[in-house]
Nanobody, 123 residues
């Protein structure tokens, strides 16, 4: 059983940066793919970024390409989401998801989820 804990959210002005962390507790991320999803009030949960267990093939949703970077440190069982040039439309609860998935963008394929961390971008 892998427990997933996100951290690093907060309030930032538009154009600012935040780095989210996703850590494994009571287990390891080794062998698992990891994805970040977000959900704004009244909206569906949407894919943000994901990375294979090997660290290869990071994949991004179009709205965040060029601004967000996903990376992982398997030795520390941690995955990071560096978010730069933040926009008000990035405001959402960000969730880390872990699993062995065929399609990185489909949230229902992931097995383990964190509680989420709030990101608020003010204009």
């Amino acid at each position: 059983q892998v427990q997933v804990v996100e951290s690093g959210g907060g309030l930032v002005q538009a154009g600012g940066s935040l780095r989210l962390s996703c850590a494994a507790s009571g287990g390891t991320f080794n062998g698992y793919d990891v994805g970040w999803f977000r959900q704004a009030p009244g909206k569906e949960r949407e894919f943000v970024a994901a990375i294979r267990w090997s660290g290869s093939w990071p994949y991004y949703a179009d709205p965040v390409k060029g601004r967000f970077t996903i990376s992982r440190d398997n030795a520390k069982n941690t995955v990071f989401l560096q978010m730069n040039s933040l926009k008000p439309e990035d405001t959402a609860v960000y969730y880390c998801a872990v699993g062995i998935v065929s399609q990185l963008t489909i949230h229902t394929l992931y097995t383990y989820w964190g509680q989420g961390t709030q990101v608020t971008v003010s204009s």
